[in-house]
């Protein structure tokens, strides 16, 4: 592999999504990750029940560019060959429980004496100790948790959880930051991320709104943002259009192309903070002239503005359109006669394209790891 992290060998000991993930983006830069597996592999490798060829879809999603070694952590022969590879590696990121991380010494107070460099990162839902480190986390457990179910839907339906693993993901690229921040120090040691801390701390200004304000945060219809107006999905003639208005200039610009000039001066609507205060008269007003047309018509009648205006699509829509063409966002894994195909790194780097590999089958590269042979 060549790439920002030529030369940088990262341990995973991870299964199903946020440490996968973490071990992903590193691969995808250029490290050489491991993946160490038990007899069974990943659980990862059976979630999907789409295979193409030997490969589970799911696990082909998040283990693409890595190596696979089976080892029986908790037997000494498997510890030694652990000890073995940590020993040149720079870095171990696991995703297990707690209690199993501590058990299996995946630790740096459990690792430091074959590698003082060592970053060992600790992935878990509610960190590595206090009193709530053994309770089951998973995405849907997270977000509950933390209240984005209970921000996420139209007001009156049920909480929602969002439409794909935001807490898996998220946490997974805080990992990857963390270890490589570690990297970069120069010093071994440990780090400790929770899904938990991750999300909250994604809820950045609601949750300073709530801390410094007092204010409750609540769902509005349509997906609407709780500050500025209009900011949400509208019903269509044929579809949903997804219009994002931050700055008056723009809200007038708006008001001329619908034929609503009036509104640029009315006292109701004129202002960012007059729309926010009389959203639901506003909110109505703009819904009855956007029902006249269709989405895609309101799209070329807005965009060359500058107005943020979208259709709201499907992820199939997504997968094939011009824009992910043009962006090369869909890639072979192994090559065209694989038949895999999946998303490209979302990081771009001049002078460097990353070589799509094939995720390893189980126990793969078990002689080429075991017997330390160079990368």
């Given amino acids: 592999m060549s790439g920002p992290l030529a030369g940088i060998r990262v341990i995973e000991v991870g299964h199903m999504l946020a440490g996968p993930f973490c071990g992903l983006l590193l691969a995808d830069m250029g490290a050489e990750v491991i993946k160490i597996e038990p007899p069974e592999g990943d659980i990862g490798r059976r979630v999907s029940p789409h295979s193409i060829g030997p490969h589970n879809a799911y696990f082909a999603s998040l283990n693409r560019n890595k190596k696979s070694i ?81 921000l996420t839907g139209e007001p009156d339906a049920p909480p929602t959880k969002a439409g794909y693993s935001a807490v898996d993901n998220s946490a997974g690229m805080a990992a990857a930051m963390a270890l490589l921040a570690k990297i970069v120090e120069g010093r071994g040691g440990q780090v400790d991320v929770a899904m938990y801390d991750v999300m909250m701390s994604q809820l950045n200004y609601l949750a300073g709104a709530t801390l410094n304000a007092g204010e409750v945060a609540q769902r509005f219809a349509n997906s609407s943002h709780p500050y500025m107006v209009p900011a949400q999905i509208f019903p269509t003639r044929d579809g949903w259009l997804t219009l994002f208005i931050t700055h008056d200039k723009f809200w007038q610009k708006f008001c001329r192309e619908v034929g609503r000039p009036e509104w640029e001066h009315d006292s109701s609507f004129a202002t960012m903070d007059s729309r926010r205060r009389n959203r639901a008269e506003v909110l109505a007003a703009i819904g009855e002239v956007l029902l006249a047309e269709t989405a895609a018509a309101w799209v070329r009648r807005l965009a060359p503005l500058g107005l943020v205006v979208s259709e709201v699509g499907t992820l199939a829509e997504a997968l094939e359109s011009d824009l992910a063409r043009s962006r090369g966002l869909i890639v072979p894994l192994g090559g065209s006669d694989s038949g895999l195909r999946a998303v ?32």
């Avoid at 979302?346 to 990368?375: C, M, N, T, W």
Wanted: charged residues 20%.
């Fill in 344 to 375: 490209a790194s979302p990081v771009r780097f001049s002078g460097y394209v990353p070589k799509y590999g094939l995720p390893p089958l189980l126990d793969e590269h078990h002689d080429q790891i075991a017997s330390g042979a160079p990368a």
């Fill in 70 to 150: 089976v080892l029986d952590l908790a037997g000494a022969e498997g510890r030694a060959q652990l000890e073995s590879i940590a020993a040149d590696a720079h870095a171990l990121v696991t995703n297990l429980r707690p209690s199993a991380i501590k058990k299996l010494r995946l630790t740096y107070e459990g690792l430091r004496d074959c590698n003082p460099k060592l970053v060992c990162v600790a992935l878990t839902g509610y960190g590595l100790d206090g009193p709530y480190a053994e309770s089951p986390a998973y995405d849907y457990v997270i977000q509950a948790v933390t209240g984005v179910m209970s």
